[in-house]
């Protein structure tokens, strides 16, 4: 993908290093769902229920998503918990089964795990269409999955996403 910076962000306090987390070792959904909404809450950034909600939702609604490059989950959960924008990263060690968006029946190996949290319903429905056309970009997963830490990560993301208009 060519990176450029024609769009900057215009909200740039989405983006945070403190939430980009490599690699992350969790043994399951739930385990990698509860480290990343806890961290949100340790940062002020979600009211208390966020973790629980975030969880009843992935259970309801699974976020598993296979693309030619990888599999990742893209959790996320009502605007009324959220305090503060943000979007948590994870890339994790070792995959962890999440149940696929529309076919819960069919199991996915994530390794990539993107949570965001917004303020207005028409922010998370943009967010989300900006993070699928990130998704879809030809090599932009594998070259995520190649970040070796928390700097690469959150730098790679941060020029990846200001290419793409909210």
Known sequence: MPLSNNYPSTEPAMLRPELMFVPLQAASRQEALAFLAERMLAAGLVMPGFPAALLEREEAFPT???FPEAALA???TEIRYVLQPALAVAVLSKPVAFLAMG???QSLAVRVIFLP???HPDA???WLSRLITLFQ???FLSNLLGCADRENLYRYLRVSLDAVPL
């Open 124 to 126: 998370q429905v943009r």
């Open 117 to 119: 949290a917004v303020l």
């Open 74 to 76: 893209l959790p996320h």
């Open 137 to 139: 970009t030809p090599g």
């Open 103 to 105: 076919a819960p029946e």
């Open 64 to 66: 598993g998503l296979q």
